[in-house]
């Protein structure tokens, strides 16, 4: 187990920098959950859009009530009734909706064709709409119960029009399933692990095969009495413990950081996210391996991992939810290891009972995941055979050529 010692012996030199970058991507982690979390949150919080009235109607008690009833529900910004003052305010967003009333808009109002009031929303504000929508109840109740009972004082209907408009409903959620659900922040954590993982991996794999490469070591192990094939499986193995304590080290993070989130956690969900996260761990091992053939010095190792980590991550649904990816997209990252990562984890964490046993889906999102796996590791394995092959038989022309 000389080249197994060896490999530990290399990253013990190289622990201060890989520690470095350890706790760079272990915060970047947790700050990319947190960041994410806050802006994928699923929390209702109602809109005040800011509005305008122009009265040129007077002071109707129809006009009056439409008045208090955007102001329950949204910010009056008061300005000048001139046509350059309304055009700046639309311009720079000043407000996000301009009601016009014309004159004689309350005489015509229970009529067959009553005037229509004049608005103007922000483009592409959807506070502005919602703002021509609230408009929009009031008018219609209003105008509805006038017609009904014609004989109805106006200021009464106002008044109950914005009381029944002001009802509330009190919305209670309750947990039917088997399963409690996983929490946003975590799903994210998990979510943001491959791309940590992925990187954290082929850094320290790198490291290592790297010195490995050089041509001067190379040439000396060719010389030595061990083989190809324990040499490297002797890699091989230190490849597997080291991914291994890269998962164990990410997953040990995400108890500390979210141990509230896991005290309510169904345990069931817990074991199928962190089996997940392991199958991951087996492609991304892979990943570094094979890379780490073409990494001949420390000088690119930083930008290949980085390529290679944020391209898949991009293209896998890690930063960008997949439900956002266009159809082309979608098509490409199917290719990608890092997208069927994804899949498993999002059908784990929609799983609310087991009665059914585990979604077959995420059974075979991990059968992909560990084909990927074997797929990249058998090429790597062949790549560094071949590799070693051209080595010796530009070392035996070398030889002749010295006879």
Not at 226 to 249: D, E, K, T, V
Not at 326 to 336: E, I, N, P, S
């Amino acid at each position: 187990m000389r080249v197994f010692k060896a490999c530990f012996q290399i990253m013990s030199r190289k622990m201060g920098a890989l520690a470095i970058y350890v706790v760079i991507f272990m915060a970047l982690s947790v700050l990319l959950t947190d960041m994410s979390a806050q802006q994928l949150s699923t929390d209702f919080t109602a809109e005040k859009p800011t509005f305008t009235i122009i009265d040129r109607d007077g002071d109707t008690p129809i006009t009056q009530g439409l008045r208090r009833y955007l102001s329950q529900n949204g910010t009056e910004v008061p300005l000048k009734d001139e046509i350059q003052v309304l055009q700046d305010a639309t311009f720079y967003r000043a407000s996000d909706y301009i009601v016009i009333i014309p004159q004689g808009f309350a005489a015509s109002f229970l009529t067959a064709a009553p005037l229509q009031l004049q608005t103007v929303t922000t483009p592409n504000s959807a506070r502005g709409y919602y703002a021509d929508s609230l408009a929009s109840q009031y008018l219609q109740m209003v105008r509805s119960s006038l017609l009904a009972d014609p004989g109805a004082d106006p200021a009464q209907v106002v008044e109950t029009a914005i009381s029944d408009l002001g009802q509330h409903v009190q919305v209670t959620t309750r947990q039917f399933g088997e399963a409690q659900p996983v929490s946003e922040s975590y799903h994210i954590f998990f979510r943001m692990q491959s791309y940590i993982l992925m990187v954290m991996v082929m850094l320290c794999l790198s490291t290592v095969t790297i010195a490995f490469g050089r041509p001067d070591l190379r040439r000396r192990n060719l010389c030595s009495p061990m083989n190809a094939g324990r040499l490297n499986g002797q890699l091989s193995l230190y490849s597997l413990i080291i991914s291994l304590f890269c998962w164990l080290l990410l997953t040990l993070l995400g108890f500390v950081v979210y141990r509230c989130d896991l005290a309510v956690l169904d345990m069931r969900l817990l074991g199928l996210m962190l089996l997940n996260a392991l199958v991951f761990t087996l492609v991304a091992m892979a990943i570094s391996m094979l890379a780490g053939i073409f990494m001949k010095s420390p000088n690119t190792q930083n930008a290949v991992a980085n390529f290679v980590s944020l391209g898949l991550s991009f293209l896998g649904g890690v930063f960008v939810p997949l439900e956002y990816l266009g159809q082309g997209m979608l098509a490409v990252a199917h290719f990608t290891p890092t997208y069927w990562y994804s899949v498993a984890l999002n059908r784990i964490c929609k799983i609310s009972s087991f009665s059914g046993g585990v979604p077959v889906e995420i059974w075979q999102a991990m059968g992909v995941q560990l084909g990927f796996a074997a797929a990249l590791l058998c090429i790597a394995l062949v790549m560094a055979k071949y590799a070693g092959r051209s080595e010796r038989a530009l070392q035996q022309s070398h030889t002749e050529l010295q006879n």
